[in-house]
């Protein structure tokens, strides 16, 4: 399906019924990796998952400046409204944990719960957040030098994704990808909403950062998956499924 949203055309998907859960991606991949929870979950709940700006279906802009995180919360938001919801449970891996707590931060009163997986809130340190700007930079480069042959082999989340715009995913990393400042993780103690963060326990990036998480929103419940890598939902999908039913269904 298409919205019509903040200039854009999204495609989205939903099925389900119940209350909303909307599920973002990580940088990379598309909505289509969430096609296994819409199935797990859409005798309580309606799923809504979709494609960021820049990836999958979604409109691609040429304008660079038409990519970043304050954006794609705008999107999500949009998207809510076309779809006439209220308030929703929001969460998503990677790069859609991370905008998931963007948009808590920007709008608690539409966000019901958080389901953050293998993601990080960002750093305070300039010089770690450079770092992470600069791999978001090269892997942009890389794009833009050898088309979308560059994601092929990074990970499970990314290898089965259909793009249509290499040049879209450059614009995004640069854009989305990349963080300036620090005001997601200095805003995780005012979380108010119930909180599950989801990892890998062989997601090493993101383990430190998930614990760390959960230590700082208050209530939050932190759920390891034996033998799942950075796309857990992927790699275990059945303890996966569990662990967020269980959670969903304690709301």
């Not at 960021?52 to 949009?78: I, N």
């Not at 998207?79 to 998503?92: F, T």
């Not at 979308?148 to 290898?159: P, V, Y």
């Not at 909403?193 to 932190?222: C, H, N, W």
Request: glycine share 10%.
């Amino acid at each position: 399906m298409r919205a019509q949203v903040n200039g854009i055309a999204i495609d989205y998907e939903v099925t389900g019924d119940g209350p909303v859960v909307l599920l973002g991606h990580g940088y990379g991949s598309t909505r289509h990796m969430w096609d296994e929870q819409h199935r797990a979950l859409a005798d309580r709940w309606r799923v809504v998952s979709w494609d960021m700006r820049g990836h999958g279906q979604t409109d691609s802009p040429d304008d660079p400046a038409r990519y970043s995180a304050a954006l794609t919360v705008a999107d999500m938001r949009a998207l809510l409204q076309h779809l006439g919801v209220e308030r929703a449970v929001i969460g998503g891996l990677s790069l859609g944990g991370y905008v998931s707590l963007a948009f808590v931060l920007a709008h608690p009163e539409m966000t019901r719960a958080l389901v953050i997986c293998d993601s990080g809130p960002g750093y305070r340190n300039a010089e770690a957040r450079a770092q992470w700007n600069q791999r978001a930079h090269e892997r942009a480069a890389n794009l833009e030098a050898k088309g979308l042959e560059a994601l092929a082999r990074r990970s499970r989340e990314t290898q089965q994704a259909v793009h249509r715009s290499a040049q879209g995913l450059a614009h995004a990393a640069r854009g989305m990808l990349a963080q300036e400042g620090s005001q997601v993780i200095d805003g995780l103690g005012s979380i108010r909403v119930p909180t599950l963060v989801i990892v890998g326990d062989q997601d090493q990036p993101f383990v430190a950062p998930s614990e760390y998480m959960a230590k700082k929103i208050p209530g939050a419940r932190l759920e390891v998956i034996p033998g799942a890598g950075h796309s857990s939902n992927l790699d275990q999908p059945e303890t996966f499924n569990r662990v967020l039913r269980e959670f969903l269904a304690s709301l």
